[in-house]
């Protein structure tokens, strides 16, 4: 497996697996005053906003662990600020999904959270 040496081959290799599980990539690294969310994902008529993890160590946490209370209310702000900047997407359901990777016996292992929060 290749090393990921950024939080951009995270992201991308993120967005290939949800993109081979149906979902469809709506944007990537998405910005507002407050916050950001790494991939906003369509699945069927559901809006998915998903925050990518990787941890390179378990050290100072798994990379689900580092998705802390503050982060979460910085996704959701952000979530609130996307869809009234798109109100055509604005009426389908939402959810917020985790993509965690990690180090696991020499390989890089993908972590799929639906609906983490």
């Known amino acids: 497996m290749p090393t990921f040496r950024t939080g951009r081959a995270a ?3 993120a967005a290939r697996h949800l993109r081979a599980r149906g979902l ?23 809006l998915v906003f998903v925050e990518v993890r990787y941890r390179a160590s ?7 662990e580092s ?17 009234v900047h798109n109100t055509d997407l604005s009426r389908l359901a939402c ?7 990690s180090p696991r016996r020499g390989r890089v292992v993908l972590e799929w959270i639906r609906n983490a929060f």
Request: with cysteine.
């Open 58 to 64: 378990a050290t100072f946490g798994s990379a689900l």
């Open 67 to 83: 998705v802390t209370f503050t982060k979460q209310q910085r996704l959701r702000r952000a979530a609130r600020h996307f869809l």
């Open 95 to 101: 959810r917020f999904d985790v993509v965690a990777l």
């Open 11 to 13: 992201e991308a290799r």
């Open 24 to 46: 469809s990539l709506v944007t990537r690294n998405y910005h507002c005053q407050g916050g950001e969310i790494d991939l906003v994902m369509r699945e069927a008529d559901v």
